[in-house]
């Protein structure tokens, strides 16, 4: 691959460079936002290798500044802090107090045609307000992040997780999936979350479903098949499932029988 690591410390691009290298991928510079941004403009990087700690920008603003630049361009993150405190309040970890209020439901009864209507129109306009907001913040979101200190081998993974012919390794954020040997990883993968095999099934399923909300009978079928017919079992699975990601620092949500994963 075609790397740019844009980190302004000295030692730390170095030691970056030469663990690059001698994985066999093309690499080059950058000490400041503005020689990045200027370099990615000009050439065609697969991935932007970007230290929090860069000078001359704020992290969310040159993100988004790369990917305007070349839309194409994949970035992984090297933070020394949690995620949703990085990339701030469009964080795919960041679950907002709205995500948990229940859903209230009006007796029909109680609504006129016109409001009807009205309601329609506002919860249209809602949703649109809500996928343009989305879209800003996945604009300023990286496609994985490396958390500091981390090992060659850790950051090599994740630099060919980043290949789009690379299918064995999902990253969203903080969290990373090892397809092939069915582990999951937060913040670094020295050491794997402790999952049973159903377990893993469907934080793999919640995890593809990309933000998206998805119900329980969607899961049943994604995980277990068309014969699978213990619900019992995959609820409690996704109780287990809850308990062992919010140690984990992820969260999961829950919206009845729909469960998702941001």
Same mark, same amino acid.
């Given at each position: 691959?075609?790397?740019?690591?844009?980190?302004?410390?000295?030692?730390?691009?170095? =030691?970056?460079?030469?663990?690059?290298?001698?994985?066999?991928?093309?690499?080059? $510079?950058?000490?400041?936002? #503005?020689?990045?941004? =200027?370099? @990615?403009?000009?050439?065609?990087?697969?991935?932007?290798?970007?230290?929090?700690?860069?000078?001359?920008?704020?992290?969310? *603003?040159?993100?988004?500044?790369?990917?305007?630049?070349?839309?194409?361009?994949?970035? &992984?993150? $090297? %933070?020394?802090?949690? &995620?949703?405190?990085?990339?701030?309040?469009?964080?795919?970890?960041?679950?907002?107090?709205?995500?948990?209020?229940?859903?209230?439901?009006?007796?029909? #009864?109680?609504?006129?045609?016109?409001?009807?209507?009205?309601?329609?129109?506002?919860?249209?306009? *809602?949703?649109?307000?809500?996928?343009?907001?989305?879209?800003?913040?996945?604009?300023?979101?990286?496609?994985?992040? $490396?958390?500091?200190?981390?090992?060659?081998?850790?950051?090599?993974?994740?630099?060919?997780?980043? =290949?789009?012919?690379?299918?064995?390794?999902?990253?969203?954020?903080?969290?990373?999936?090892?397809?092939?040997?069915?582990?999951?990883?937060?913040?670094?993968?020295?050491?794997?979350?402790?999952? #049973?095999?159903?377990?893993?099934?469907? &934080?793999? =399923?919640?995890?593809?479903?990309?933000? *998206?909300?998805?119900?329980?009978?969607?899961?049943?079928?994604? @995980?277990?098949?068309?014969?699978?017919?213990?619900?019992?079992?995959?609820?409690?699975?996704?109780? %287990?499932?809850?308990?062992?990601? %919010?140690?984990?620092?992820?969260?999961? %949500? *829950?919206?009845?029988?729909?469960?998702?994963?941001?």
């Amino acid at each position: 691959m075609r790397l740019l690591v844009a980190v302004s410390n000295e030692p730390l691009a170095h =030691a970056i460079h030469g663990a690059l290298l001698a994985g066999r991928h093309e690499v080059s $510079l950058a000490s400041t936002g #503005s020689i990045a941004l =200027a370099a @990615v403009a000009k050439e065609s990087f697969d991935a932007v290798i970007l230290d929090e700690s860069l000078l001359g920008i704020s992290t969310e *603003q040159l993100i988004e500044s790369l990917r305007n630049a070349r839309a194409s361009v994949k970035i &992984l993150l $090297l %933070t020394s802090t949690p &995620l949703s405190k990085t990339i701030g309040e469009g964080s795919r970890w960041r679950a907002l107090p709205d995500e948990y209020a229940p859903i209230e439901e009006t007796p029909y #009864s109680s609504f006129s045609a016109n409001s009807r209507t009205n309601n329609s129109d506002a919860e249209a306009e *809602q949703r649109s307000d809500n996928a343009a907001s989305s879209a800003q913040a996945n604009v300023r979101r990286p496609d994985a992040a $490396l958390s500091k200190p981390f090992s060659d081998g850790e950051l090599l993974s994740y630099v060919g997780s980043l =290949a789009t012919d690379s299918p064995a390794m999902i990253i969203r954020g903080n969290l990373t999936l090892d397809t092939t040997n069915h582990k999951a990883y937060y913040a670094s993968t020295h050491s794997a979350i402790s999952l #049973s095999r159903l377990e893993y099934s469907l &934080l793999e =399923a919640l995890v593809k479903a990309d933000g *998206q909300f998805v119900n329980t009978s969607e899961l049943v079928k994604l @995980v277990g098949g068309p014969f699978f017919e213990q619900q019992g079992l995959l609820k409690n699975a996704l109780y %287990t499932l809850d308990k062992k990601l %919010t140690r984990a620092g992820l969260i999961m %949500t *829950q919206r009845g029988s729909n469960y998702r994963i941001r």
